[in-house]
């Protein structure tokens, strides 16, 4: 621990603001980043292009849901020095941990098929190389960040708090261009579904934004990362953690609104055959807002689907190590979990569906992250004084209810109606 942070921890520090925080952000910057991957650009952009604004209060609650879940992620690590799969491989059953292991891997390949094929896409939109060499230098990329972990969590963090500045700055540049109805906008907060296509996408949204690898790999990230020496300095860090969370996960939701946003007036109504197409969408964009617009929309894709896909893959090394106890080296996870990508890419799949499809594959993986994340961070014996307060507790569960209720709904919509 630094000697600053340390200072922090005993309330000896003289300085003010932001340099007073510096040290303790970083984490929730890194989770973050998961809820800007590419299967969000596709679920938002869809969303805007066939609904308008009317799916605007899903990302809000969305990410309202994701602040309060990742501050518990994070709480789990400072708390227990524990992370959340380790947590489950002590106290549960070995036969439900393996289940627990298998659906996060499957789960954790779907997020990476997202990240991955997102950034392929952007790669050829800028540079009109074929998709399978887009996903080749997309492996190159996601390499040589990773290589980063070896020099300690914080050159990480940087470059990963870069990605989301290039993202929020590239998506500035479009909600300027675009110029959203503020009107329009602020209806776009009161709830209301238009049918089960929507309830399709809405899901989509939540599968995008309240992220279940990204929940395991959080308490990793702040599981020893600030060594505290009593009661007292973990409520410290953990009040210093929630300021990381809300400032990271706030800048997210903003991104994933302005996406929406964006959609919404460029593509809403105009007639545009298949606009939530992330390939269709960058090449409309310039007739529509001009080929700054598209270009800010490719390079925010790309630094979206290159920094996620690195999270991913550090998030399936956090799975594997924490249920069953092994681990393999970053470059062989990496090497497996792109696989499907380029399976994707050989076949002649529609890129953008799949990106959509996996996101709703990720929304059904929530429950199981949430429901021990709510059991653990509402017991005494494990949390200690950051155990979590009923009404935390009740709030968390709603959430996981409203989830499970939406992935239902889905079903039932699709199977039946």
Excluded: C
Excluded at 141 to 161: C, N, S, V
Excluded at 165 to 179: N, P
Excluded at 238 to 256: C, E, H, Q, T, Y
């Amino acid at each position: 621990m630094s000697n600053h942070a340390s200072d922090v921890l005993h309330g000896r520090s003289r300085r003010r603001g932001p340099a007073r925080l510096l040290p303790f952000l970083g984490p929730a910057v890194i989770a973050s980043i998961a809820y800007m991957d590419p299967g969000n650009f596709a679920t938002n952009i869809q969303g805007g292009a066939q609904f308008g604004y009317s799916l605007l209060w899903v990302i809000l609650a969305a990410n309202l849901m994701a602040m309060l879940i990742q501050n518990l992620s994070a709480k789990v690590g400072i708390a227990t020095g524990r992370n959340l799969p380790e947590l489950i491989r002590d106290r549960w059953p070995r036969p439900l941990t393996r289940f627990y292991w298998v659906q996060a891997e499957l789960v954790a390949m779907a997020t990476d098929l997202a990240e991955f094929l997102g950034a392929a896409i952007a790669i050829t939109l800028l540079t009109g190389l074929p998709l399978f060499w887009g996903a080749v230098i997309t492996a190159v990329i996601t390499f040589w960040l990773l290589t980063l972990q070896r020099r300690g969590f914080r050159p990480l963090e940087i470059a990963i708090g870069a990605f989301v500045l290039i993202i929020g700055g590239a998506y500035l540049v479009q909600f300027i261009v675009a110029h959203p109805s503020l009107s329009a906008l602020g209806r776009g907060f009161v709830p209301t579904f238009q049918g089960v296509d929507a309830v399709y996408l809405a899901v989509g949204i939540i599968g995008a934004t309240v992220m279940p690898h990204v929940i395991y790999l959080h308490s990793a990230l702040t599981q020893g990362r600030v060594a505290t020496a009593d009661d007292a300095q973990k409520l410290r860090l953990s009040r210093l953690n929630r300021v990381d969370v809300m400032l990271s996960m706030g800048l997210a939701g903003l991104i994933n609104m302005s996406m929406l946003a964006v959609a919404a007036a460029t593509f809403f109504g105009k007639g545009i055959e298949d606009a939530g197409n992330l390939e269709t969408a960058y090449q409309t964009l310039t007739p529509l807002l001009g080929p700054v617009a598209a270009i800010a929309f490719a390079i925010a894709l790309l630094a979206s689907g290159i920094s996620s896909s690195a999270v991913g893959t550090m998030a399936g090394q956090v799975i594997m190590q924490g249920f069953v106890g092994f681990s393999i080296p970053l470059w062989l996870r990496r090497t497996i979990t792109m696989l499907p990508a380029f399976i994707v890419i050989l076949l002649g799949l529609d890129p953008t569906s799949t990106l959509v499809l996996s996101q709703v594959i990720l929304s059904f993986g929530v429950p199981f992250a949430l429901v021990p994340l709510l059991m653990f961070t509402a017991r005494r014996d494990v949390m200690g004084v950051l155990v979590s307060r009923p009404w935390v507790t009740v709030l968390g569960w709603i959430f996981a209810g409203l989830i499970i209720a939406l992935n239902g709904y889905l079903l039932w919509g699709t199977l039946i109606g």
